[in-house]
């Protein structure tokens, strides 16, 4: 893969100097425990509207055991969300769409082009097509491991009315039975 079919040049990236560490990370999104897929942010450009971070994916990882059992590897819909986690961090760290959480909005276009597993260093990069404050971001993205795009697509984040949510009961053990 060349880097001009990537979203942004790697190379001209320093991995060994994050600009966002995990602490940094969870000041701006929610997740956390297993939920967390980013561990690191590497580049983030306001201007060009670009940002960088990545995944060590590892042994650990809540879906090793179960996907698939004796040939571990990362599910699409967890790749999907570490690219959202990248786009939410860098539109909540410089708040773009002005409000406290940001959503899953829609997705389009997503392809998934080769397997990752533990091991492997999945790089989100993420570059913001349009910002409409207040209502919905929009932003293309990839997933890269060892130079080759293993997801991409389009993202659509939207405010998340927390205010509202805030107040629902915890969930209990025994939902759903009578």
């Not at 809540?62 to 570490?82: A, C, D, K, Q, T």
């Not at 405010?159 to 025994?174: D, F, M, Q, R, V």
Request: aromatic content about 8%.
């Amino acid at each position: 893969m060349t880097p001009k079919e990537l979203l942004f040049d790697l190379s001209q990236i320093d991995f060994d100097k994050p600009t966002a560490d995990i602490h940094e990370i969870r000041k701006h999104n929610p997740q956390r425990y297993e939920m967390e897929q980013l561990t690191a942010i590497v580049f983030e450009d306001v201007e060009a509207k670009v940002c960088v971070g990545y995944k060590d994916v590892t042994q650990e990882e809540f879906w090793v055991r179960g996907h698939m059992p004796g040939m571990p590897l990362m599910p699409g819909v967890v790749m999907v969300e570490g690219a959202a986690q990248l786009c939410s961090y860098f539109a909540q760290r410089y708040e773009l769409l002005g409000s406290p959480m940001v959503g899953f909005g829609g997705l389009e276009e997503v392809r998934f082009r080769d397997p990752v597993v533990p091991g492997d260093r999945i790089v989100f990069i993420c570059s913001l097509v349009k910002v409409r404050r207040g209502r919905m971001i929009i932003s293309r993205f990839q997933g890269v491991v060892k130079q080759n795009v293993v997801v991409e697509g389009i993202i659509k984040g939207v405010p998340i009315p927390i205010e509202a949510l805030t107040g629902l009961p915890p969930p209990s053990s025994s939902a759903g039975v009578p």
